[in-house]
Structure formats: C-alpha cells, structure tokens
C-alpha cells in the first residue's frame, strides 16, 4: 500500500505471527531500523478518514509521553472497543418507514378493501418523517401491513439521517431558565464572553450556590452557537438525579456515558458526539476521549474528586487532560467545585486560571452552622454522644431529615480475642478483616478475601471474641434501636451494590418524610436534599494523623462536603463535628473561617516544605513476592538515575515500603521523584524508563510510573 493512500489516525488490519490484528497508524516513515524482510505490508485499510479529531489525537500522543504511558495503551483508553475490534464507523441508522409521493397523494378510501392498510397509510400520514417498525407494531401495524403498502409503491424505507432534536433558530430551552442572582449572572456572562478561546475558570462556589445552574446557563449559549459540551461529573456524581436536571432543561439530544453501557451503544454515543449528533455529553473520567466535531465548552464538575485520576494502569488525570484539550480545541474548560483542590487554587492564585466564586447559597437556602462536639470526655453509645442523639431527636421531631456520616463500611473494624488481644488479620495484606453481618463474614477490603467468622480464637481458644469500632452496619443497628419509629436509611458501597437501589433511596429522600439517613462518602457528593437540616459527621479525627501530605486537604474537602448536604433548601441547616481534637488548629480554621484560608494555610506549608503544587513527582512503584527483590530493583532505578541526573535538580526519596507493605500477598515498595519543574521529571524519565525496561531486573517485579500521583500508595 503506497504512503500516500494512508492518512493518520485510520485503522488497517495487520497480520502479527498467525494472526491478524487492527492497528491504527500514527505516523508515517521513510525508514525503518527493523531490516526490510522483517517488515511486512498492512493487509486492509479500514477508514478512509481519521477516527479522531486532530485535537483529540495529539492529546492522546502528549498524554502517551506525559504520562510514560505507551500509545498503543493510551488509544485503547480513548477508542470504543467495537472500533478497535474493526467495527464499522457508520452510525446504526434507525430504519424508518415513511410514505412516498404516491402515499401522500392517495386516498385512503382507495385501501377500502384493505383497512388495517389503510389505518397504517392515516397513521403514516401523521408521522411526516417515518415511524420504525417497533412503533408501528406498538399500533398495530405488522411486518405484514408494511411490506403490502411498499409493494403498492406507497411506502417507503429511509434511515434516519442526522436530525436536529431542536430547530436551531428556536430556544433550545424545554423549560425556563432560573432567574439568576448576582453572583451567578456575573459567572455566566464573564464566562460567555470568552466562548470561543481557551480559558481554564476555577468556578468556586460554595455548596449549595448553584453552579449547575450557572453551567445549565453557559451551556444554553453554546446551543444557540451550535456548539457541543463536555460535562465530566465524578463516578458517584452521576446520578439520575443529575441527569434528569440535564434533560429537563434542554430539548436537545443528551448523551449519558456510563458503566452499564452495552459496547454497542457506547460506540453509538461516541459516533454521534463524533458527528454532532448529540449536543451535550455527560459522562465520567474516560468520557473526556469523547470526540466532538464542534467543541464549544468542557465542565469538569466537581474537579477535586479523585476518581478523575485513574489509579491503575494508564494513571491519567481527566481534569488535567480536559484543561490540554481545552487549549487545542481554543474553548473554556470550566473546573466547578466547593472544595477546590490545591492545585487548582495555586493555578488561580497564579493567574493561570479565571478565578470566579460564588459566596452564597442559591435562593433563600443559608450556610449551615458548625458545631465542634468534644467527645473526650463523654460516655458514648456506640459512637453517639447524648447531645447528638438529642439533636437528632430535636430535627426529626420538626418532621426533618438527619444525616449520619462515618467513612467505614462494614459492621466493625475488626474482631478481636479479649483474654489474649488476637486480632482477625487478613494473611496477604498489612490490613484487618472488617465484620460484616450481612451475611455475616469476614472480609478484607484490601484484597477482598473473605472467609466466615470464627467462633474461638485460633491463639488461645476463648470464646470471648468482640467486634472493636464501628463501622455504617453497626452504626445502622444503633440507631434504629434509638429510634425504633423512624426510618433508616443506609447508603454504602455495600447497600448500593444493587442496580437502581442508590436512585431508589434518593427518590425516598425526596419525599421529604422524616428519616435518618447514613452513610460512608457516597452521601457527601453534590447530592440535593432538601429536607435534611441536621448533619453529623461521627469521627472526625480520622484524616487529621496519616502520613500522606494531602491528607488533610481531603479531609477538609470531605467535611466540607458532607456538611454541605443540610439546609439546602428555606430551613437553616446545623453540621456537628464528633471530636476528640477539639483544638486541632486545622479544624479550628476551617470551621472558623471557611476552605479557602484553610486552603491557603496549606499552600503556605506545601510551599516551604517544597511539596506540590510547588513541585512536581513522580512515583515509582513495585510489587513483588519478597521484599528484597522490590528493593534491589528499586535500588537500581535510583542507581541508574542518579548516574543520568547530571546538573538536573531533581530529587530522589526512597525507596521505601508503601504505606500499606503487604498487599494481597505482595511487597510493595516505591522510588519518589520530585522536581521543581515539570519538564524535568520528563526530560529525565522518557530516555531512561526506555532503557530500564530492556534491563532484567525490571522483569523481576511489576512496577509501574505514576506522575502527578495522587495517592501515595
Ligand atoms: P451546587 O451545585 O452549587 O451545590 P445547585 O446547582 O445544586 O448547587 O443548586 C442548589 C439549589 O439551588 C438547587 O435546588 C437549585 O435549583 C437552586 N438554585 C440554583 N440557582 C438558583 C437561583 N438563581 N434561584 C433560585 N434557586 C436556585
Ligand atoms: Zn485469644
Ligand atoms: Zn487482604
């Protein structure tokens, strides 16, 4: 196949060994270093034209190379696995029936002999642009009918071509715009006015104060322009819930991504954001490889969440990968958040980023009133202090809702002997098992080995075995022998594991009846509850003594968060806070004075201590069956990039075990590499990871290379 017949970004068959393989071609080369004989010609060209857009493209290459990631990979995550199995790029066209010239003219009368024809012929007349066969059956039309008509030359088959769901010179607008307050109405014409360049927006707004309503505004300007966005919402962000405010507003046609795609429709979507098809997008991390013909905005909505970083694999950023799109597609990115992460802040602060905030609550909803709760002191039942249950009472006696908020699921944090201290220690991993009793077992949530409870301790026999701590089960049972009259409601990865369950009890929330709602994380994200006025966070000394340096900064972002579900509506709203660290000086400023100087206090520290967003790492990880051979191969990455650094001022921490040593029966250790700009992480990595992996000691561990790695572990 002669070069000039090829363009890039078009898929061929290849033949490999035996078999034959879908490749896609990404560059073009006059040489090769592979000796001529070895090469062999592609079998079939599959596209005439690029599957990606040249934007979408060369974002794949740079993230290839910022990411230390191989292409092959990085097209894997961005392509429709039916497209990279050799599917065809033509759009499954809904095959219609629709009348002909002949058919619009005739009289229905002529079919007199005919009736359930003639019925069809009526009905046909009514749908100007054709009716499927699954609809005309639904009026009962059969096969039968239709094909009689099409031999009388009165119907015809047409495939749906491209429709706009809206004529585009009418408002795109199913239902009216809110009537935005000051703050909002400056997000949204500041942000318009910059429609066609690229400009990231650091869009902070406290919770409750209606950035939705501010993206639903921008987006409604992109429709009139005939523009398509991109909406990145967080893995548990997408809700029905947050869906149904999309398509109330527009009448446009909505793509939704999602895991329960089957790989048809997922391939179905991408084409038709591919084409234009579709006008908005939403959808989680990976949707941001989602190609559009005419970009108009990209909304990464709540940015600080961690699932837009992938943990495994090719370990991207889909917030930092939107803000490289935004650039070479010249439009805004618009990264939305009460609880900004601190890098974006720095960016803000930098100027690098529009800074835009939203300081009130939406309509007449007011911010909720913090009470730290010193626990030191006080008898607890099972975790609650008087005062809450109280509290509690007090709330669902005015006919309001409570929610209870602990970040472990399960029944409790472990089981343990009480004559000889044995604890149930999971074999694989430096982790306990959890108790779950649900059916009642034991299980790991670091490896997920599971096994039943014993009834002796395997140490010294007793009988005397006690669950220790609490986890959301345990919390669960307590409460509903608190209240016996009220309705609970637990809300976990566990009670949501069933399809439909989380929208089901977010539809029994709304009803508004009194209840007590409780649960792990899962309830502090951009949930709209109306009717809960009182919020408790049960432990909160959690995050404040881990190791990680972003601990606290998550911890802040979570009680900011889960405090920002109560008196979102007229009612005013109360946050408690159980402690046992009533003077931690960080709690102290975040309550006191709100995330943003609690965030600027941390960026003081980040900065002297030379920590990110002053710095850029990267993270070297290992895993293997021992601990020596994690460490010597380690070892010898330090060695060989110690002897390549030259006058780069880059750093080298470790190695040293991860945080969790053992995991799922393996070592894991890590090699730290910080730098003070981004270029030299890169500048050092790309020449050097190409010739570790030709060494055999990388063949005797997995390792992998995370930059920019949000969790150190
Ligand atoms: P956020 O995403 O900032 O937490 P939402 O966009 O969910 O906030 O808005 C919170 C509530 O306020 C929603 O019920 C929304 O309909 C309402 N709201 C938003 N903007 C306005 C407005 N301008 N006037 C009245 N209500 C509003
Ligand atoms: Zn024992
Ligand atoms: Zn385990």
Not at 370 to 394: C, V, Y
Request: include cysteine; proline fraction near 6%.
């Amino acid at each position: 196949m002669a070069t000039q017949e090829c363009s890039i970004g078009t898929r061929f068959t290849l033949p490999f060994g035996k078999r034959k393989l879908i490749g896609l071609l990404i560059g073009i080369s006059e040489h090769s270093e592979i000796a001529p004989e070895k090469l062999r010609p592609a079998l079939k060209a599959l596209d005439t034209d690029a599957l990606l857009p040249d934007s979408l493209f060369n974002m794949c290459l740079w993230a290839s190379q910022y990411y230390q990631h191989p292409i092959g990979e990085v097209l894997n995550n961005a392509l429709p696995t039916l497209l990279r199995q050799g599917d065809s790029t033509e759009l499954n066209r809904e095959l219609r029936h629709k009348l002909t010239t002949k058919g619009e003219l005739i009289d229905a009368d002529d079919l007199k002999r005919a009736p359930r024809q003639a019925k069809a012929l009526l009905l046909l007349r009514e749908h100007p642009q054709g009716l499927t066969q699954k609809a005309l059956s639904s009026l009962s039309v059969t096969p039968a009918h239709i094909k009689a008509l099409r031999h009388k030359e009165l119907v015809q088959q047409t495939h749906m071509e491209h429709i706009r769901s809206w004529p585009i010179a009418e408002s795109p607008l199913a239902e009216p715009a809110l009537h935005l307050n000051e703050e909002q109405a400056l997000a949204v014409s500041t942000i318009s006015q910059k429609q066609n360049t690229f400009t990231p927006v650091l869009l902070h707004g406290i919770t409750g104060s209606g950035k939705t309503e501010v993206y639903l505004q921008l987006i409604e300007k992109s429709l009139c322009e005939d523009k398509q966005v991109l909406v990145l919402v967080p893995e548990i962000g997408l809700t029905p819930q947050t869906v149904q405010r999309f398509r109330n507003r527009f009448r446009c046609a909505i793509s939704v991504l999602h895991s329960g795609l089957t790989d048809n429709q997922r391939l179905q979507s991408w084409l038709k954001a591919r084409s234009g098809e579709t006008h908005i997008i939403i959808g989680t991390r990976s949707a941001i490889f989602t190609p559009m013909i005419r970009p108009g905005m990209i909304i990464v909505d709540e940015e600080h969440d961690a699932s837009f970083k992938q943990q495994d694999g090719f370990r991207y950023s889909a917030r930092d990968l939107a803000l490289y799109r935004g650039k070479k597609e010249n439009i805004p990115v618009i990264l939305g958040t009460a609880t900004p992460c601190l890098e974006s802040l720095h960016n803000a602060n930098q100027k690098r980023f529009l800074y835009i905030p939203l300081t009130k609550r939406a309509g007449d909803a007011r911010p909720p009133l913090f009470q730290l709760l010193d626990i030191r002191t006080r008898r607890l039942n099972n975790g609650l202090s008087a005062e809450l249950i109280e509290k509690m009472q007090h709330t669902l006696k005015k006919g309001e809702q409570v929610l209870l908020f602990l970040n472990r699921r399960g029944y409790a944090p472990t089981l343990i002997c009480h004559d000889c201290g044995w604890m149930a220690q999971c074999p694989r991993c430096d982790a306990r098992y959890t108790i779950h009793k649900n059916p009642p077992h034991l299980r790991c949530h670091h490896c997920g080995d599971k096994r039943t409870i014993t009834s002796s301790c395997p140490e010294c026999g007793s009988r005397d075995l006690l669950p220790v701590g609490q986890g959301t089960e345990k919390l669960e049972d307590t409460v509903r022998e608190l209240f016996p009259e009220t309705t609970v409601q637990r809300i976990d990865r566990d009670s949501t594991r069933r399809k439909d369950a989380m929208s089901q009890i977010i539809q029994q929330i709304h009803q508004g009846k009194p209840m007590i709602l409780l649960g792990t994380q899962m309830i502090a994200k951009g949930h709209h509850f109306p009717n809960v006025t009182l919020v408790a966070i049960v432990d909160a000394d959690g995050g404040l003594f881990s190791c990680d340096f972003r601990a606290p900064e998550h911890m802040a972002q979570l009680i900011i968060q889960v405090a920002g579900r109560a008196g979102r509506e007229g009612k005013a709203g109360e946050v408690v806070l159980q402690t046992r660290q009533p003077e931690h000086p960080m709690l102290i400023r975040l309550l006191q004075e709100g995330y943003r100087s609690f965030a600027d206090g941390e960026l003081l520290q980040r900065s002297a201590a030379q920590l990110p967003p002053y710095s850029y790492l990267a993270l070297i990880r290992a895993e293997a069956a021992n601990e020596d051979v994690c460490f010597d191969f380690l070892n010898h990455v330090r060695e060989l990039l110690a002897a390549k650094m030259g006058d780069n001022p880059l750093k080298l921490l470790g190695p040293v075990p991860a945080p969790m040593t053992r995991r799922a029966g393996k070592f894991h250790a890590q090699l730290l590499l910080q730098a003070p700009q981004r270029s030299l992480l890169n500048q050092l990595l790309t020449p050097f990871l190409a010739e570790l992996e030709s060494t055999k000691e990388a063949r005797r561990v997995r390792w992998s290379v995370d930059i920019d790695p949000v969790d150190l572990y």
